[in-house]
């Protein structure tokens, strides 16, 4: 049986036309019988500031009346107003009991329990939404089979297990219903609610269509798919008709937005076919992102990810010595810090680090430094770019040194990634040249 899992993210269940959008969307896809939903624009930033410490009761009140007020206004359009409005309510009194539990002891495992009552109402209503337009909708709590460990805000799933779940319990109601189900939240062995941090919303979705033996998932957004690069840098970015998983794999991980990394790997495992599209224009087309691709350009887009970090280590040591390396991951190992890129001399080594989004703090923390400093002469910083060049067989085109380094040769460049993969090469340049760069790049590569 061919089978579409559907994830509409916050945009697109915004409100009650944003959602009537979705449904129809829906109703043109005989094969889609899952909705993964997530929280409706605006909700979970609310959410995020009620499952902090030390919240004022002003405050909270406040606020539980904003995300009231964000879902009553969809339901107000629905015969089924009454109904919805009483379990909603019964959720915004969980909630507001938890925020003050929250304010006096706060805890990571109640934070989640808070960051997912945003899922909980949006899968509420447009289960109901569905039935509105004559779809057998209904509502499924996706903790039945997303089961987690217990790392409040990061959970990793238990993939069998959720295999096993889906096909027993989730599977069988496809035949009768189409299933609107909760991104990002899971549940542990003890049964407290958990989240799968960053783009946990788009990978609960993969999960489930892998679980699910799917044919295909389509993650409805905000954008006409997959751009040549971020179109608020350039407006010559157009959108990509179809990439590979390799290239999309590479987009993801070194900046583009409309995907995160982990959502492609569940599709990967399966070699579940991914499609990218605007559930406000869904006649605009989209991406389309599969193992085996048409066309396998030289140049596919251009990605950008800011904050990052450059780390310089240095030691006379390294000269024809062994082991230094192993000393120095073994120091980011135990802070637990991941590398991106690294580039070597005879007795230095570069590494870059991803820092955090719309966080004011570095991942290279004083005590790191100093504790690297024990070991090697270290230089650290801060206010750099990563840009991305992705196509295929980079690794052995002929031509970068015209098409990309010509272009960007008044800029200084801190740190060049090349041959380790045959879609990418990166490169570190000083934040404010960053927009300046891509554009000038894009405009050589893509429209000239």
């Known amino acids: 049986m061919?089978?579409?899992?559907?994830?509409?993210?916050?945009?697109?269940?915004?409100?009650?036309?944003?959602?009537?959008?979705?449904?129809?969307?829906?109703?043109?896809?005989?094969?889609?019988?899952?909705?993964?939903?997530?929280?409706?624009?605006?909700?979970?930033?609310?959410?995020?500031?009620?499952?902090?410490?030390?919240?004022?009761?002003?405050?909270?009140?406040?606020?539980?009346t904003s995300i009231s007020e964000i879902q009553h206004n969809i339901t107000a359009q629905l015969a089924a107003e009454h109904d919805l409005n009483r379990e909603i309510a019964l959720l915004l009194n969980e909630l507001?009991?938890?925020?003050?539990?929250?304010?006096?002891?706060y805890s990571l495992q109640n934070a989640d329990a808070i960051l997912s009552y945003g899922e909980q109402m949006s899968s509420l209503i447009f289960a109901e939404v569905l039935r509105s337009i004559g779809l057998p909708g209904i509502q499924f709590d996706v903790r039945q089979v997303m089961k987690t460990n217990s790392a409040y805000g990061q959970a990793n799933v238990d993939i069998e297990q959720l295999k096993q779940a889906s096909q027993a319990v989730l599977q069988p109601l496809l035949q009768e219903h189409i299933v609107v189900t909760q991104g990002f939240i899971g549940q542990d062995s003890l049964g407290y609610t958990t989240t799968l941090g960053r783009g946990g919303s788009d990978y609960s979705a993969a999960l489930l269509a892998e679980a699910l033996d799917a044919t295909k998932l389509a993650i409805w957004t905000d954008v006409e798919g997959i751009f040549t690069t971020d179109p608020r840098i350039t407006d010559q970015a157009r959108s990509i008709p179809e990439i590979s998983f390799g290239e999309a794999a590479e987009m993801a991980t070194f900046g583009a937005k409309i995907l995160h990394p982990a959502t492609l790997i569940p599709a990967m495992r399966q070699n579940i076919p991914v499609f990218v599209g605007s559930s406000k224009e869904p006649e605009k087309g989209g991406t389309r992102i599969q193992q085996e691709v048409a066309s396998k350009p030289t140049?596919?887009?251009?990605?950008?990810?800011?904050?990052?970090?450059?780390?310089?280590?240095?030691?006379?040591?390294?000269?024809?010595?062994?082991?230094?390396?192993?000393?120095?991951?073994?120091?980011?190992?135990k802070h637990e810090l991941s590398v991106?890129?690294?580039?070597?001399?005879?007795?230095?080594?570069?590494?870059?680090?991803?820092?955090?989004?719309?966080?004011?703090?570095?991942?290279?923390?004083?005590?790191?430094?100093?504790?690297?400093?024990?070991?090697?002469?270290?230089?650290?910083?801060?206010?750099?770019?990563?840009?991305?060049?992705?196509?295929?067989?980079?690794?052995?085109?002929?031509?970068?040194?015209?098409?990309?380094?010509?272009?960007?040769?008044?800029?200084?460049?801190?740190?060049?990634?090349?041959?380790?993969?045959?879609?990418?090469?990166?490169?570190?340049?000083?934040?404010?040249n960053a927009n300046t760069i891509v554009e000038q790049l894009h405009d050589r590569l893509f429209t000239q």
């Open 96 to 105: 507001t009991e938890l925020a003050k539990q929250q304010s006096n002891h």
């Open 340 to 432: 991106d890129l690294i580039t070597t001399s005879e007795i230095s080594v570069a590494l870059t680090f991803d820092n955090p989004t719309a966080s004011s703090q570095h991942l290279i923390t004083q005590a790191v430094v100093e504790e690297l400093e024990q070991l090697c002469e270290v230089t650290v910083e801060h206010g750099l770019s990563l840009v991305a060049v992705i196509g295929n067989g980079l690794n052995a085109a002929k031509g970068l040194g015209r098409d990309i380094f010509q272009k960007i040769n008044d800029f200084n460049i801190r740190l060049i990634c090349h041959g380790a993969s045959s879609n990418n090469l990166c490169f570190l340049v000083p934040e404010e």
């Open 299 to 333: 140049y596919r887009s251009i990605a950008l990810r800011r904050q990052q970090s450059l780390v310089t280590v240095k030691s006379p040591e390294m000269l024809h010595a062994s082991g230094f390396l192993a000393k120095v991951f073994a120091i980011l190992a």
């Open 2 to 64: 061919s089978l579409t899992v559907a994830k509409f993210g916050g945009t697109s269940v915004a409100d009650y036309q944003a959602m009537v959008r979705c449904a129809n969307i829906i109703k043109q896809d005989e094969n889609c019988r899952t909705a993964v939903v997530s929280a409706s624009a605006g909700v979970t930033n609310y959410l995020v500031r009620l499952s902090q410490a030390e919240v004022p009761a002003a405050e909270q009140a406040s606020i539980i």
